[in-house]
Structures are given as structure tokens and as C-alpha cells.
């Protein structure tokens, strides 16, 4: 965390560094679940003396933004929090149209923030974006799976913060986490559809060279597209499940009937069909 402290001038007051923690969490620099330096570090960062720090960090925590674990340091608190509670969660996850309009909302905002990605990004938002892109090359030779869908979310978490908006990248972020806790879909199903896994990388490959081009038309279209791509191979593999489920059936009972009455056949008049 070198480098995302500075010095406070007028060290007699906890109110600078609580603004200074406030829009490091604000701009989604610190997120849920960093670890703040020590006190003993973080003071001498923002040259402050400890009390001072102590106060400021009361300050933080009693307003949910951070927690401290005795004996295992300070941390950012969940800012994201639960977006569904449990039995809602349980409830959409019954359901096939809350997924089709999880996707459609991601649609509109991916679409937005990777245009708005292609307007904004700076040099340094351009080189996390290609080194993301090469570690999910390279997941994709070694076919990793978990990797490649870490990967899948960095990305997409990375165009969200490299469109500079702080409503959106934290309203993307909380969509993410829906993601990763397979609320809507697991994204094993689709990874595992034929050809899906070198599809999804041209789409991310089209998506991240589309916003360091500074095309926004080109990235939106991308975005979209990709979303589009997402939805359809939900739909293929659900089909796919529910195909591979009746089969199953199928030969379960075929399979009994036949323990049952070995010489018989489907006709039961011991004719073999």
C-alpha cells in the first residue's frame, strides 16, 4: 500500500484522516476485505500521532466502514454488503426470469462503463487492462478454469473502474458479487458448453482492445455482445440440464423394468421390441 497515504498537515485533528481513508474507500482503491497497515505504520504515513489515528479509525468503524479482529488487524468492512438476503437469494435462484434480468441490467450498465472506459482510461487503467487480458491468455492454454473466471471479473471489474465513475463501478461491483456467488447461473455450465471458452476470451480480447483504442461505439458494441453471447449460453445449457435429466429418467426406468422382467420386453408379452 505504498504510496496511497499522504501526510496530513494539520495532525491535531482525526477528521483529515478519516477523509482521507473515506475517498480511498469511495474510489474504490481500498475494498472489502483489504488490510489497512499497523497503527504504528499508518501513523508515521499520514503523520499524525497514534491517539490521533485511534480516534479516526473509532470513527471509521463505528460507521461500519472498517473492522478490527483482535490480534489480526484492521480491515475494510463489506462494503457491498448482501444485496439479496438469504430467502430472496434462495427465491431467484428458483426461477429462470430474475436471471434474464440480471443480465439485461448488466447489459445496459457493461455497455455504458466499457464506453465510458474508452473515453477515460488512463496509462495506468490501459496496463491492468492488458495484463489481465495476458492472464486470461494464459489460463485459457492451461485450460484453468478457476482462473479464468477470476480473470473474467477482474476485467470486467477493471473496465467498470476505468469508466471513472464511482455510482456505477460500486453498482457493478455488487453485480459481480451476484456472479461470483452463483446467485443467477454458475458459470461452470457455460464455460463447459463446446467452443464457449475460446468464445468468451475474443469477447474479452474484443472488449479490452476496444477500450484501449478509445473507440466507445466499438466498446459498448463489445460489451453488449458479449452479454448477448452470456444469456443465449445460459439458455443452451439450462436446455442442456434438463435434456441430460430427462434422458436419465429414461434409462433408469428402462433399466428397472428390464431388472424386473429380463425376458420381456417393452410390449410386457415377452416379444422383444
Same mark, same amino acid.
Given at each position: 500500500m505504498d504510496g496511497l497515504f499522504t501526510r496530513i498537515d494539520h495532525g491535531t485533528t482525526a477528521d483529515e484522516a478519516v477523509r482521507q481513508i473515506e475517498f480511498l474507500l469511495l474510489d474504490g482503491v @481500498? =475494498?472489502?476485505? &483489504?488490510?489497512l497497515p499497523g497503527e504504528r505504520e499508518l501513523a508515521e504515513r499520514l503523520d499524525i500521532s497514534r491517539p490521533v489515528l485511534r480516534d479516526a479509525l473509532k470513527e471509521l468503524e463505528s460507521r461500519g466502514l472498517i473492522v478490527s479482529r483482535h490480534g489480526g488487524g +484492521?480491515? *475494510?468492512?463489506?462494503?457491498?454488503?448482501? *444485496?439479496f =438476503?438469504?430467502?430472496v437469494a434462495e427465491l431467484v435462484a428458483r426461477h429462470e426470469r430474475p436471471t434474464r434480468d440480471y443480465l439485461e441490467?448488466?447489459?445496459e @450498465?457493461?455497455?455504458?462503463?466499457?464506453?465510458l472506459a474508452a473515453r477515460r482510461a488512463t496509462a495506468a487503467d490501459r496496463?491492468?487492462?492488458?495484463?489481465i487480458i495476458g492472464r486470461l491468455r494464459?489460463?485459457?492454454e492451461r485450460g484453468d478454469f478457476q482462473a479464468? +473466471? &477470476?480473470?473474467d471479473i477482474d476485467l470486467h471489474n477493471a473496465v467498470g473502474e476505468a469508466a471513472h465513475n464511482i455510482i456505477l463501478m460500486h453498482t457493478l461491483r455488487a453485480c459481480y458479487k451476484l456472479l461470483a456467488e452463483g446467485i443467477f447461473f454458475h458459470r461452470r455450465l457455460i464455460l463447459d458448453l463446446p467452443g464457449s471458452r475460446a468464445n468468451i476470451l475474443a469477447q474479452h480480447v474484443g472488449i479490452a482492445e476496444a477500450v484501449l483504442s478509445g473507440d466507445p461505439g466499438a466498446a459498448r458494441r463489445a460489451a453488449e455482445m458479449h452479454i448477448d453471447y452470456v444469456a443465449d449460453a445460459v439458455e443452451e445449457a439450462r436446455r442442456t440440464l434438463e435434456r441430460e435429466a430427462v434422458a436419465n429418467l429414461r434409462k433408469t426406468q428402462w433399466e428397472t423394468m428390464r431388472a424386473a422382467s429380463p425376458q420381456t420386453g417393452r410390449n410386457g408379452k415377452g416379444n422383444r421390441t
Open positions: @481500498l =475494498s472489502s476485505g &483489504d488490510r +484492521t480491515y *475494510v468492512a463489506d462494503l457491498i454488503g448482501q *444485496v =438476503s438469504k430467502p441490467y448488466r447489459r @450498465l457493461e455497455g455504458y462503463a466499457a464506453a496496463t491492468r487492462i492488458q495484463g494464459d489460463a485459457h479464468e +473466471t &477470476d480473470g
